[in-house]
């Protein structure tokens, strides 16, 4: 299971070149605010939610507010920059968009990355899913009660 560590240094560095190519490309400012937000979600395999963000983005930038922090995940979540996670209820964040899935804990709300095995192939589409248009992303999410509280009943 996933143990909530900062990413690699390389990964997140490539993370961040991707945020800045699509910002001019759609023909977006690079602006601190959305740098430090992006990085705070890319650099974190917690999921944050924006209310995590944006507590760890004021630490370094005090003037910056929660509506700021939600439009710009919405934004870069539109960017497919970043994808949202976990029950409907409370949004977390993903910035690791290599394939994986999730398995998301019903109970506590804590949500795992579950990247595929050396050697193992990643999940198969559907087969009619191409037939409904360009699929960008692939989603998939587990539900069910984690081991911290199966262990806590």
Do not use: W
């Amino acid at each position: 299971m996933n143990s909530h560590l900062h990413e690699p240094k390389e990964e997140l560095d490539k993370r961040l070149a991707r945020f800045e190519d699509s910002c001019r490309q759609k023909g977006l400012r690079v602006t601190q605010q959305r740098r430090e937000i992006f990085r705070t979600v890319a650099q974190s395999s917690a999921h944050p939610s924006a209310e995590s963000v944006f507590v760890a983005v004021r630490k370094k930038m005090p003037n910056v507010s929660l509506d700021t922090v939600y439009r710009t995940l919405a934004s870069l979540e539109e960017m497919d920059l970043l994808m949202r996670v976990g029950l409907s209820s409370k949004a977390r964040f993903d910035g690791d968009l290599r394939p994986h899935c999730h398995f998301v804990c019903t109970r506590c709300g804590e949500v795992y990355d579950i990247f595929p095995q050396p050697g193992e192939a990643p999940l198969p589409l559907p087969g009619g899913a191409r037939e409904m248009g360009e699929v960008r992303q692939v989603n998939v999410q587990l539900r069910g009660i984690c081991k911290k509280c199966q262990a806590t009943k």
